[in-house]
């Protein structure tokens, strides 16, 4: 088990309690993350020591990690199947997967698919070399994953109320009149004057709360990538797209935006280097990205 100590959704008694009710059905070995990268690195030796499951305790960027440190050698019958128990602030791809959103119910869960072997063979999203299990996003959305992390790294904890500040903050400081993002498609559609784009693997893109924002309601782990591409900036536009994409009905318009969806892969080109974001976890900005979609590329013990 691959246990973030920094986790926002769980103390370090729970953390405890939590591996030792797993220990009590396998043998568990229980390590800490200490930086970043450690979860990858730590998920990468267990998957070539041939460990049958690896367990992320954390949030989702401590899962991507994980993912990433499976797949090193890329797919092959020797990855270990995945275990979640998900303790973070959003935890985005555990309720995405209908996982709990409660460590402890989602420890008894894990364990009783445990038990019985259960297993589910999801597909995975790759931007550039960089594995994605739920979303990734270019240019405004990353500038805001930018903004909590300086903060984090200031000591402030990840809150809901954190990311709402700091998404005021860089949507007035984003230039909302020059695009700069440009899509291109398979088929050779291309999408010029983007000013942000998602890339979804899963649905929901993540929560507000409780309120999940579905940009691509109906992408999931058995299809291809979608993608949500913000041709429009205004304040009303963008607060009346995310309310009717909030909710058990989300509704799509296409004034705003290019949807698309069911995609093998797709290119993001940028004019200038834009903030790049994976299931939350800052990358380098780049002007440049291949995304791809590639079918059961992992199990996940559910």
Known sequence: MVTNPHATG???RERDVLAHALASEATLEIVETANRGHAAALACRAMRDGTDV?????????INE??????????????PALGIVPA????VLARALGLPNDPIEATGLLLEALRTGSR??????????????FAAGVGFDAAIVAGVERHRRRGKRSTHGLYARVGVREYLRTDRRDAKVHVELPDGTTYDHVHFVIVANADPWTFVGNRPLHPTPGVNFDSGLAIYARRRMSAPGLLFSMARMSGDRPRIGRRGAYVGYDLDGLTVRAD?????????????PREKLVFRSVPQAIHVVV
């Open 120 to 133: 589910r063979a999801i597909s995975l999203g790759l931007a550039d070399e960089r594995w994605f299990a």
């Open 272 to 284: 200038e280097p834009m903030p790049v974001q994976v299931d939350g976890d800052l990358l380098e």
């Open 66 to 79: 994980v993912i990433n440190g499976l797949l090193t050698d890329g797919i092959h019958d020797g990855v």
């Open 54 to 62: 690896v367990v992320a305790l954390g949030g989702d960027g401590t």
């Open 10 to 12: 769980t103390s370090a």
């Open 88 to 91: 973070g602030s959003t935890n």
